[in-house]
């Protein structure tokens, strides 16, 4: 114990302690990034302790050689040195976790461009979801439609009213995957649709729901012309049912407007919403240009998918 108050007194700890407690004041921890991190306080004594022996050595040689000043120099010299590395430690830049994120959310707007609507749930749609596609609060919609649970279980076809709606905008989840290695275009070779009927559709087929990832409508069964529509088998990330050929169905995002682009156009507004879907996610999921084809042009598809008059060259200059 007397040796460790003696310890305390000695100019060695003195210098030692002033010195940590200012590289610990100015540097941030090299583990998390954080100032007063215990981890970090470790480090700036043991930087400390090096940075004080080191002058404690250069002054005893100036000492031995009797340099009054450069005993003086080297000190201080060393502090400087201290205090300069200390300005140079920066936090690590973390790295952030894939996890699914809306993307593109309907701003606030002002009540005049806002109004009432009336909702058919889709496939795949729960309260938050619709909450977001329409900016308005779960608990508006929860008293307007007499709701019991704060968490309904919302039924496809089930009616809901929207109180000052906002003009739909698209909700967008991206999850992390390495499964996504194409994106399919398809149409669905109808003049009308949605993703709900094409739910029932499917059903018919013997399949497990809707077989596409995104549906982009064109203004028919009450859905905005270039709404994006987003089906379960994106939110569970299943594979889907719409590309048999080259085993893509496992493999490739497959995206279906509404219309016979054999006899037509895709709209303006449709094609804005797929370039816009079709760049996210070829950002995201990192698919080249290459890998994004129509049905009809994967290998072993014996199908025009997605028309003949699809714009595919007006589509490819769009695309990022």
């Known amino acids: 114990m007397q040796k460790f108050f003696i310890l305390l007194k000695s100019t060695f700890f003195r210098w030692w302690f002033m010195v940590t407690l200012l590289y610990s004041s100015s540097a941030t921890c090299p583990?998390?990034?954080?100032?007063?991190?215990?981890?970090?306080?470790?480090?700036?004594?043991?930087?400390?302790?090096?940075?004080?022996?080191?002058?404690?050595?250069?002054?005893?040689?100036a000492r031995a050689r009797k340099l009054l000043f450069g005993r003086i120099l080297c000190f201080f010299g060393v502090l400087s040195l201290a205090c300069l590395l200390s300005s140079c430690v920066t936090p690590p830049v973390p790295r952030q976790a894939a996890q699914p994120c809306a993307l593109n959310l309907p701003p606030s707007l002002p009540p005049a461009t806002r109004s009432d609507i009336l909702h058919t749930v889709a496939p795949g749609e729960n309260l938050w979801r619709i909450s977001k596609m329409y900016d308005v609060p779960s608990?508006?919609?929860?008293?307007?439609?007499?709701?019991?649970?704060?968490?309904?279980?919302?039924?496809?076809?089930?009616?809901?009213?929207?109180?000052?709606?906002?003009?739909?905008?698209?909700?967008?989840?991206?999850?992390?995957?390495?499964?996504?290695?194409?994106?399919?275009?398809?149409?669905?070779?109808?003049?009308?649709?949605?993703?709900?009927?094409?739910?029932?559709?499917?059903?018919?087929?013997?399949?497990?729901?809707?077989?596409?990832?995104?549906?982009?409508?064109?203004?028919?069964?009450g859905k905005k012309d270039g709404q994006i529509e987003?089906?379960?088998?994106?939110?569970?990330?299943?594979?889907?049912?719409?590309?048999?050929?080259?085993?893509?169905?496992s493999r490739a995002i497959g995206i279906c407007l509404v219309g016979n682009f054999n006899n037509e156009r895709p709209s303006a507004k449709q094609m804005e919403s797929l370039v816009f879907l079709v760049n996210k996610l070829k950002k995201y999921y990192k698919i080249p240009s290459r890998r994004i084809?129509?049905?009809?042009?994967?290998?072993?598809?014996?199908?025009?998918?997605?028309?003949?008059?699809?714009?595919?060259?007006?589509?490819?200059?769009?695309?990022e």
């Open 31 to 61: 583990c998390c990034g954080r100032q007063g991190c215990p981890v970090g306080l470790g480090f700036s004594a043991i930087l400390g302790f090096i940075f004080v022996s080191l002058a404690k050595l250069l002054v005893k040689i």
């Open 230 to 249: 987003v089906s379960p088998r994106w939110l569970k990330q299943k594979d889907g049912s719409h590309c048999r050929a080259a085993g893509m169905n």
């Open 293 to 319: 084809l129509g049905h009809g042009q994967v290998d072993g598809a014996s199908t025009d998918c997605p028309g003949k008059r699809f714009p595919w060259r007006e589509f490819y200059s769009r695309i």
């Open 139 to 221: 608990e508006r919609i929860i008293s307007a439609n007499n709701l019991v649970s704060k968490e309904p279980v919302l039924k496809k076809g089930q009616k809901l009213l929207i109180p000052g709606a906002s003009p739909v905008a698209p909700v967008i989840s991206l999850y992390a995957s390495s499964k996504w290695k194409y994106i399919i275009i398809h149409h669905s070779a109808t003049d009308e649709g949605n993703s709900l009927a094409f739910d029932k559709a499917h059903q018919r087929r013997g399949w497990s729901g809707l077989g596409y990832h995104f549906v982009i409508d064109n203004g028919t069964k």
